[in-house]
């Protein structure tokens, strides 16, 4: 007998629940969007200018940013500029640094025919006749003669 009981208080209580909501009102779909706009429209505008006295005439207008109409500078737009950098981040040196060659690995001296283009062999032109000969007692001179070992 008391599951009967629960269930019919239960039932008078839903039916209870429902009359009341009906009694608020419907929920329409102009009420709907109407709190939607207060909630998420635009402020309403504000008034231009305080009411004048006389025949003067006044403009008012609301201050701008006028940065956005600004042009940047070079070194703005510069990702390595100084002012780009200059954001309290730490930043890695770079070893290669200024003047050391940044191109792809290469390996110097080495030649390989067939592989890669080699240069020519430099072109030395040294007219040996017209070098002065060396001073007489020199170490120059004695190594010549065979006096003394070079080194």
């Known amino acids: ?6 269930l019919a208080i239960l039932s008078l209580a839903a ?3 429902g009359a009341q909501a009906q009694q608020q009102g419907r929920v329409t779909a ?6 939607a706009r207060d909630a998420y ?18 403009v008012c207008a ?21 002012e780009a950098l200059d954001d309290g981040l730490p930043r ?10 940044k191109g792809p690995a290469t390996v110097g001296s080495l030649c390989i025919p067939g592989l890669q283009k080699c ?6 032109m040294i007219d040996f006749t017209a070098l002065p000969d060396a001073p007489e007692g020199s170490d120059a001179d004695l ?6 070992k070079g080194r």
Do not use: H, W
Not at 119 to 124: E, G, I, R, T
């Open 119 to 124: 240069p020519p062999p430099p072109a030395y």
């Open 62 to 82: 609301r201050e701008q940013d006028n940065s956005q109409f600004r042009v940047k500078s070079s070194s703005e737009l510069d990702g390595q500029s100084e």
């Open 143 to 148: 190594i010549a003669r065979g006096l003394k």
């Open 41 to 58: 429209g635009p402020p309403p505008p504000q008034p231009a200018c305080a009411p004048q006295e006389g025949d003067e005439i006044v």
């Open 92 to 101: 890695a040196p770079d070893v290669a640094g200024p003047g050391i060659f």
């Open 15 to 17: 039916s209870a629940t």
């Open 30 to 35: 102009e009420k709907v969007i109407e709190a």
């Open 1 to 6: 007998m008391s599951r009967i009981a629960a």
